[in-house]
């Protein structure tokens, strides 16, 4: 058996697998469906002087503000 086959065969092992593992198989509430809309829309955002890092935590969107020494939470 090539390279091929043993691959085959272990693609084969891990589909049985996870269809005999309760919470490994497809969940069919799993599956969303996901629509694209246009979002040719802008925004602006007032900031604190000389802006130097940006960071994103999941929620928020946080900008150093080097010059006036503050944050800004977007």
């Given at each position: 058996?090539?390279?091929?086959?043993?691959?085959?065969?272990l693609?084969?092992?891990f589909?049985?697998?996870?269809?005999a593992?309760?919470?490994?198989?497809?969940?069919?509430?799993?599956?969303?469906?996901?629509?694209?809309?246009?979002?040719?829309?802008?925004?602006?955002?007032?900031?604190?002087?000389?802006?130097?890092?940006?960071?994103f935590?999941?929620?928020?969107?946080?900008?150093?503000?080097?010059?006036?020494?503050?944050?800004?939470?977007?």
């Amino acid at each position: 058996m090539g390279i091929k086959g043993k691959l085959i065969g272990l693609i084969v092992a891990f589909i049985l697998l996870a269809m005999a593992v309760p919470g490994w198989g497809i969940n069919d509430d799993q599956i969303a469906l996901l629509r694209w809309y246009a979002a040719n829309q802008t925004t602006q955002f007032s900031m604190g002087a000389d802006t130097s890092g940006v960071a994103f935590d999941g929620a928020n969107i946080w900008v150093a503000n080097w010059g006036s020494g503050t944050v800004s939470k977007l």
